[in-house]
Structures are given as structure tokens and as C-alpha cells.
């Protein structure tokens, strides 16, 4: 009997198999924030990012990932200048800057390896563009000039200008894109 | 078993023979006209006598599980020697190396994600077949829009056939036939010596139960997959802990999880065995690979909810079960399991449809077999009990 059991408890997993549904999205979405700069573990996140990075060879395979972690640290500038933690904000653009500025090379070095870059190249300017929209909303939202008043110190932050600075950074990736 | 062993060759020579009828219709094994014109009679063939190109798998299904109940029937006559055995192995390597996968085309995949290292020199965890616009394989691959979904020592292993092809597709087609046709040599093999370690009188059936049974003659030595290597690396493990080599069975199961990651199920089993032998306690083998062919059965049986339940992952039990002394109904269940897996096939061949009323077809023609094997097992037992009741 309870073979038996055993049995029909199997076979219900053959005839009544479960099923599990993909969600499939099509525009360009910017990431989830996740762990941000200034939470205890974002250590963790920063160096598995670091480690993820030895295993990236080839230009294409470079290129999303380059494109991945400048999104990320986009992101991340993104929600902090909404939060108005504005110093940590400026070093996640200043990341941001690093990163997409690694892409355009990318795309050139994997064209003279006779690999067609269109698709790449879309992608490219469509998260340029993304960012762009995103950047030209918060230079009306940061001050020019700020002191920013921690515990023991005091720094001078030109949010407006580093942000400002980026816009012409990816106004300049857009029109070489072109 | 000469006679026997004729009829088998010449059933696997149709099987191989029928196997070009579902050659996909944008690859071009062969450039020469005659094959370009013979493979286009093949191809109205499959699509306008569906009936009849789907009769003949049947039937060639059919033919090849009745010759092997008889080389167990045989076997359990002790009519079968390992001699046999090796000359009905080479026979089936040989004539399934030259059938087409028509089943599946996951070796496609396995050649494309190796060629995106070893010709493209990028990484196939992250970049896509589709993203090389100008790759010719992209014509008849079914899973170009994926990463590649296998673990980094089976690309690695994938890397040796890539290279040797030097980017010629027929060349890197039969060493990836090869690479997999060796691996279920490696198991068959494993599977004979951890039988005879256990002192199995019946280690030449077992053996026979696994290495020549359809299912895993059609996806192991014909669509190659993967799967005869993930097993390899466990049956490796579990006969390197057998004979109490720690480091390398702990090696080559992290391998076999590095291949296909299912078998991870069977680490609490692993760590488990290992501090049993470490601690010089008497281990009952038996109820080892027992207990490990039931979780790589719950494995299968949740398959779908990854994608589908696919035949080949039948594989994975198959080979644990072949080194069990015990278990008859478990192995008889799985046999007709095994049949009715490979009858799956047979309503999308007639319809050239995968919706419809395809799929509650293939679910009806796989429990079939089981529900029907299930009866006769239970009727059977009951109905000696009642003779030794009334005796």
C-alpha cells in the first residue's frame, strides 16, 4: 500500500507537471538599486562586482558588463541626489563617468574583429538617452554649490556641475554614435 | 546472439537511415548536389507522409526495446559475455555516429557556445549566439537567443573538439559525437565495476539495463547530450569513494555539478557518505545509490518547471539505478518510463505542431506505458499471493 502511494504520488508529478511563467520586458529599464554606498554590506556587492569582472574576456562580453556596472552606479547617483546624500551621489557619477566612457572603445574594437556592432550600438545610445533624461531632470533639482557638513569635516560639493558635466559626456557618446 | 546481434545492427542502420527525414531545413550537412537533392526528398518525405515517417520511429522504437529485453533475458540466462557486450557497444557507437540528431538539437548548442570562445573569444555566460549577426549557425540553432546554460567544466571539456574543428562544422560535429560517445563508453564501463565491487551476480544485466537501453542508446550515442557526462562524473565519484580516494571523488563531483548542475541534489548523500567512511563505518552501497537514484528522480520529475520534461533526463536515474542489486519493479517502472519518454516524440512528428492537442498527447503516451507496467506488476504479485493463500 504504500509502495502504491509512493507510486501515484510520482506519477501525479508526471501528469500534473508544474509550471512556472517568464516575464519578458523590451525597453530599456535601469536597474533596481539594490545595496547602496553607505550600507554596512555594500562591501560585499562592490568586490563580488570586482570579482565577476576576472571572468570577463572579449569585447562584446566586456561591454555589457562595463554597461551593466555603469548603469548600476548610475542608478545608484540617481536615487542618492533624490535622497540629497549628495557627496556620495558625486563619487557614484564620478564611477558612472569611468565606466561609460569604457564602452565606445569597446564597440570599436570588436568592429575590427569584423563583428557587427548595430544591435550593441543601439543598446549603446538608448541607455545614453536613458540617462540623459534622468540627468537633464536632477541638474534642475541639485544645488550649484553646497557645503556638505559631516561629523569632523566639511566638504564643497558642485553637484550642478558634475552633473553638467556628464550630460556633455554622454551628449558627446550619443553624437559618436550617430 | 550472432542473429540477434544482425537484426540489431540492421534496426539501428534504419534508425540512422530515418534520422536524415528531420534534418533541419537550413543546414546543409553536405554541398554536393546529390545530397542537396537526396536530403530534399527526405525532408517532403517527413512533411507530406507524416504518418508514415512517424510509423517507422515507432516502429523502430519497438524493434529496439523487444532485442533488449531479450539481451536481459539473455543476460539473466548467462548466454551474455562481456565480449558481447563490448561488440554490441562498438556495433551501436558506430552505426548512431553516423545518424543525425533529429531529436534534439542541443549538440548545435554545445558547438556554438564552445565556438563563441574558441572563434569569437567571448564569454558564452554573457553573450548570446544571436549576437554574432553574421554566424551561419544562427540558420538552424533553436537556442540562440540563450546564454549558454551548462556549467564551465563542460564548455571547458567542449573546448577540445571546438579547437581540434579549426571552425569546420562537419569536423567539429563528429568530434563533439565522439566526445559524448566516449563518455558513455566511460560509463558503461563504471557502471560494470561498481557492480562488480558490490559482488553483483548481475552486473552484465545492469550493465545491459543502462548501456542498451533505446533511451539511452537515442539520446546519448545519436542527440549527444550532456547528460551521459554529468553521470559520468558521479558514477566516477561514488567509485573513487568505493575505494576510499576522498580528493579525487570530491573533484569529480564538484565536476559533474560544474557540468549540468542537477546532481548538486545528491550532495547531502555525498557529504554524507563521506563522514560514514571517514568515521570507518560499514557503508551499504546498496542503499546509497538507492536513495541517490530517487533524488535524481525527484530532479526529473521537477524538470518542468524549469522548461519542460524532456526523455534525456531519464539518463540521470537510468544510471544510478544500474548499479542497485534490488529494486525490479523500480527498474521495470522505469524501463516503460523510458518508452513511453521516447513516444513524446511522436504526435509533434505527426503534426509538425508543439500546441494544440500535442501536449496532452505526449503526456497520455508517456504514462501509458507506466500505468499499464504498474498494473501488470501489482496484478501479478497479487495474484501469486492469492495462489500461495490458496496453496
Known amino acids: ?175 559618436s554614435r550617430d | ?56 520511429y515507432v516502429l523502430i522504437i519497438f524493434v529496439l526495446y523487444a532485442l533488449y529485453f531479450l539481451f536481459l533475458f539473455l543476460a539473466k540466462q548467462k548466454k551474455v559475455t562481456s565480449k558481447n557486450i563490448i561488440i554490441l557497444g562498438a556495433i551501436s557507437s558506430v552505426i548512431l555516429f553516423f545518424s543525425h540528431p533529429a531529436l534534439s538539437h542541443d549538440i548545435f548548442n554545445y558547438i556554438m557556445s564552445a565556438k563563441i570562445v574558441t572563434f569569437y573569444h567571448e564569454n558564452p555566460w554573457m553573450v548570446m549566439p544571436i549576437e554574432f549577426i553574421k554566424e551561419p549557425m544562427l540558420n538552424f540553432l533553436h537556442a540562440g537567443n540563450k546564454i549558454v546554460l551548462y556549467g564551465p567544466v563542460w564548455v571547458l571539456i567542449t573546448l577540445i573538439p571546438s579547437s581540434l574543428g579549426q571552425n569546420n562544422f562537419l569536423l567539429t560535429f563528429g568530434l563533439f559525437k565522439i566526445l559524448v560517445l566516449a563518455f558513455y563508453a566511460g560509463s558503461a564501463w563504471l557502471i560494470y565495476r561498481i557492480n562488480k565491487e558490490q559482488k553483483n551476480a548481475e552486473a552484465i544485466q545492469n550493465l545491459i539495463f543502462f548501456a542498451f537501453n533505446p533511451l539511452v542508446l537515442i539520446e546519448t550515442l545519436s542527440s549527444s547530450h550532456n547528460d551521459i557526462v554529468m553521470m559520468f562524473f558521479v558514477l566516477l565519484s561514488f567509485y573513487l569513494l568505493m575505494k576510499k580516494n576522498f580528493l579525487s571523488s570530491i573533484v569529480y563531483f564538484l565536476f559533474s555539478v560544474a557540468i549540468k548542475y542537477a546532481s548538486i541534489i545528491l550532495l547531502p548523500l555525498y557529504l554524507f557518505l563521506v563522514y560514514k567512511i571517514n568515521k570507518k563505518e560499514t557503508i551499504d552501497w546498496e542503499k546509497i545509490f538507492s536513495w541517490a537514484a530517487i533524488l535524481m528522480f525527484i530532479v526529473f520529475l521537477l524538470s518542468p518547471l524549469r522548461e519542460e520534461l524532456y526523455p534525456w533526463y531519464l539518463i540521470w536515474t537510468l544510471g544510478l539505478v544500474a548499479v542497485t542489486k534490488n529494486h525490479q519493479f523500480f527498474k521495470v517502472f522505469l524501463t516503460a518510463l523510458s ?11 505527426l503534426t509538425y505542431d508543439w500546441f494544440g492537442y500535442t501536449p496532452l498527447v505526449k503526456k497520455i503516451v508517456t504514462l501509458a506505458p507506466c500505468f499499464l507496467v504498474t498494473a501488470g506488476f501489482w496484478g501479478i504479485k497479487y495474484l501469486r499471493q492469492k495462489n500461495r493463500t490458496v496453496t
Open chain 2, 1 to 56: 546472439m550472432l542473429i540477434f546481434t544482425f537484426i540489431y545492427s540492421l534496426v539501428l542502420l534504419f534508425f540512422s537511415a530515418w534520422s536524415y527525414l528531420y534534418v533541419d531545413w537550413h543546414l546543409e550537412l553536405l554541398q554536393y548536389s546529390w545530397y542537396k537533392n537526396l536530403q530534399t526528398i527526405l525532408w517532403n518525405f517527413s512533411l507530406n507522409q507524416r504518418v508514415l515517417s512517424a510509423s517507422f
Open chain 2, 339 to 349: 518508452f513511453g519518454l521516447l513516444m513524446r516524440y511522436v504526435p509533434f512528428m
Open chain 1, 1 to 175: 500500500m504504500k509502495k502504491l502511494l509512493i507510486l501515484v504520488f510520482f506519477l501525479g508529478f508526471l501528469f500534473f507537471p508544474l509550471r512556472n511563467v517568464l516575464a519578458v520586458a523590451d525597453n530599456y529599464v535601469l536597474p533596481y538599486p539594490g545595496l547602496m554606498p553607505g550600507n554596512k554590506l555594500y562591501v560585499i556587492k562592490e568586490t563580488w562586482d570586482k570579482f565577476m569582472g576576472l571572468f570577463m574576456w572579449g569585447n562584446f562580453t566586456n561591454f555589457k558588463y562595463e554597461l551593466v556596472m555603469a548603469d548600476k552606479k548610475f542608478v545608484e547617483a540617481k536615487t542618492l541626489y533624490e535622497y540629497g546624500q549628495l557627496e556620495l551621489a558625486g563619487k557614484a557619477l564620478a564611477d558612472y563617468q569611468k565606466r561609460i566612457q569604457k564602452l565606445p572603445p569597446l564597440l570599436v574594437l570588436a568592429q575590427k574583429e569584423e563583428k557587427i556592432i548595430a544591435p550593441q550600438n543601439e543598446i549603446l545610445k538608448m541607455a545614453v538617452k536613458k540617462h540623459l533624461d534622468v540627468l537633464e531632470r536632477l541638474a534642475n533639482e541639485v544645488p550649484q554649490q553646497t557645503t556638505w557638513v559631516q561629523e569632523k569635516r566639511e566638504v564643497m560639493l558642485n553637484p550642478k556641475q558634475l552633473i553638467n558635466q556628464t550630460i556633455i559626456l554622454d551628449q558627446n557618446i550619443l553624437d
